[in-house]
């Protein structure tokens, strides 16, 4: 049986980092801005991401080795915020679309009717206004590309190998 490379411990950690960044985190992470992320599938995608670093380095919870350390040894940024980056630049290609574009149209779309009784489904526009006041930003501030970026851009912590 395979292990792969993320899987051999003759790897290096730094090869490893790399290749889940640039292959596994996005297999994780798309179509993720259109979900409507709760808490709970947040929760989830961050424990999954923990596990598969645990994997990597063949370490379990037994070794009692903290999430924050596994993601300074890999160079990661918690998965949960690369999910929000991801949905808020989505989110500003929507908003400057052209009125007639179908993920324009969608947006602004208003369904008729009535909502049934309980607690309302999370939606993606709660979703959006829940990112946007994380990050301090207003829709307004779409046509600004600059301000934009670095509002929501998340960068994965450089380690002392990529630094040189």
């Known amino acids: ?15 490893k980092s790399k290749i889940y960044r640039t ?19 947040e929760r989830r995608l961050g424990v999954k991401e923990i596990k ?10 037994m070794d009692h080795i903290s999430n924050d350390d596994f993601r300074k040894r890999f160079g990661v940024a918690p ?15 929507v908003l400057r679309a052209e009125d007639n574009t179908l993920a324009k149209s969608a947006y602004t779309l208003e369904v ?33 590309r600059i301000k934009w970026r670095q509002r929501i851009h998340t960068a994965d912590p450089a380690t002392k190998r990529d630094k040189r």
Do not use: S
């Open 52 to 61: 598969m670093l645990r994997w990597t380095a063949g370490v379990t919870r």
């Open 1 to 15: 049986m395979t292990m792969g490379v993320t899987g051999d411990r003759r790897r290096k950690d730094h090869l």
């Open 112 to 144: 008729a009717g009535k909502r049934p009784k309980g607690r309302p489904r999370q939606r993606w526009t709660y979703t959006q206004q829940n990112d946007l006041k994380a990050v301090r930003l207003h829709p307004d501030m779409a046509r600004d």
């Open 79 to 93: 998965i949960q915020r690369k999910m929000q980056e991801n949905r808020l630049r989505w989110f500003r290609h």
């Open 23 to 41: 292959v596994i985190r996005p297999v994780a992470l798309y179509g993720t801005e259109c979900w409507p992320a709760t808490k709970e599938v």
